[in-house]
């Protein structure tokens, strides 16, 4: 995908989203501030519950216009992740990094060499060509394994990410519905208790799809400031990937790559989802 | 206290239970079908598949041309350098080694990094 078509589609998913992150606030004032008191039905749906179903109905539809263009472009990202394609173009990538760097140093120093050694035709001057050819050799080899490594590292990275804010997504919205089946069982309860107890759990429903809708749109955003470089948080971010090539057979990179475990960390929410389930 | 139905068994879902349960099973469908599938690769990785995958990466780097020969040659034609035979041997034999101690000292890095990320992977709970 061209950069400035990825760029454009954030600008506007992260533009909806800040906005229903504010409708999603009004709700939750309009909640806190009582508005849905009413008379108790035995019967029926009560009037702040319906009028918490139409509001609960606006806010999830808003929240899926959201999430779908901005889940669509993470699955496409990761894709191109995770194709060969990728792997290929960040090896060449640190390679002409690499050279680029290394080049014109070699020139540099054969040129010195071949004026203090006699010539291009003396031992000395073969001898420091060979030597300057085993050490670039050595240097761009080290430069395409970390570009390939690199590639999956950062494929590890942002998939893992999308699964933690999948995962995040569907606990919270699990958990609104474990509470409204909670309100189910209890239901008699409730209207047989205190008027204003039920009214506290009405508002605290609403005010949930309201704050899960802010940090979606708190999200949003945060891909919109992604598209211009990796972002933490972003698996939407593209941009140049810079990694310290000289660094790779060091430990140094071993702690970059351990790092993706930070990502792993997000799967014990995925454990208390499946306990849910059961 | 109101105890206006305190008896009447409740017939169904409310409409608000029943639009969030209805939310509940979009979340729910959406998962399964695009996020479980990412999450198992990740579980897969975590338990062997990153060492595996790493290490097929490390050797398809090893084996796609390196272009620093090109460039040892044209250096070499540019300023008119033609090695004696046995100079030939010394160099041919150095850019031996070099390529083998490099490739034994890439591929032993790269394997303790990816069972270090894959230990990271277990112990932050992919694959619990």
Not at chain 1, 59 to 67: A, Y
Not at chain 1, 74 to 88: E, F, H, N
Not at chain 1, 161 to 182: A, H, I, N, W
Request: glycine share 16%; no cysteine.
């Amino acid at each position: 995908m061209p950069f400035g078509a990825i760029v454009g589609t954030l600008g506007v998913g992260g533009t909806i989203a800040a906005g229903t992150g504010i409708v999603g606030l009004g709700l939750s004032a309009a909640s806190a501030s009582g508005a849905f008191n009413g008379p108790v039905d035995s019967n029926g749906p009560t009037p702040e519950e319906l009028q918490a179903t139409k509001q609960s109905k606006k806010v999830f539809e808003f929240s899926q216009k959201i999430r779908k263009p901005i889940d669509a472009l993470a699955r496409k990202d990761l894709d191109t992740l995770r194709s060969p394609g990728q792997a290929d173009l960040q090896e060449g990538n640190a390679v002409n990094q690499v050279m680029g760097a290394d080049s014109p140093a070699l020139e540099r120093t054969l040129a010195t060499t071949a004026a203090g050694s006699g010539g291009p035709g003396s031992g000395r001057f073969a001898a420091r060509l060979g030597a300057a050819g085993s050490q670039l050799d050595s240097d761009v080899t080290k430069a395409k394994v970390g570009g390939r490594l690199s590639a999956l590292q950062e494929y590890l990275a942002r998939s893992g990410q999308y699964v933690d804010r999948k995962s995040q997504d569907l606990e919270t919205g699990m958990g609104l519905v474990q509470s409204g089946g909670d309100a189910a069982a209890s239901r008699q309860a409730a209207r047989i208790g205190a008027q204003v107890q039920r009214n506290i759990g009405t508002n605290q429903a609403v005010g949930q799809i309201g704050g899960s809708l802010m940090s979606l749109g708190m999200s949003g955003l945060s891909a919109a400031g992604g598209a211009g470089g990796v972002s933490p948080g972003s698996e939407t971010g593209v941009g140049g990937r810079v990694v310290d090539l000289k660094n790779i057979p060091s430990a140094g990179y071993r702690g970059a790559l351990s790092g993706v475990a930070g990502s792993g960390q997000t799967y014990g929410s995925m454990g208390n989802i499946a306990m849910a389930f059961g | 206290m109101n105890g206006g139905g305190g008896g009447v068994p409740q017939k169904g879902l409310s409409p608000m239970q029943s639009e969030l349960f209805r939310q509940g099973k979009v979340l729910v469908k959406d998962y399964f079908e695009n996020t479980a599938p990412l999450a198992q690769e990740q579980a897969n990785l975590a338990t062997g598949g990153l060492l595996l995958k790493g290490m097929s990466a490390v050797d398809q780097a090893l084996e796609t041309p390196n272009p620093a020969p090109g460039i040892q040659a044209r250096s070499a034609a540019r300023y008119g350098i033609s090695l004696t035979p046995d100079q030939q041997a010394a160099n041919d034999n150095a850019s031996a080694l070099t390529k083998a101690s490099t490739g034994v000292m890439v591929k032993n890095n790269a394997r303790s990094s990816l069972v270090n990320a894959q230990r990271g992977m277990t112990f932050g709970g992919v694959a619990a």
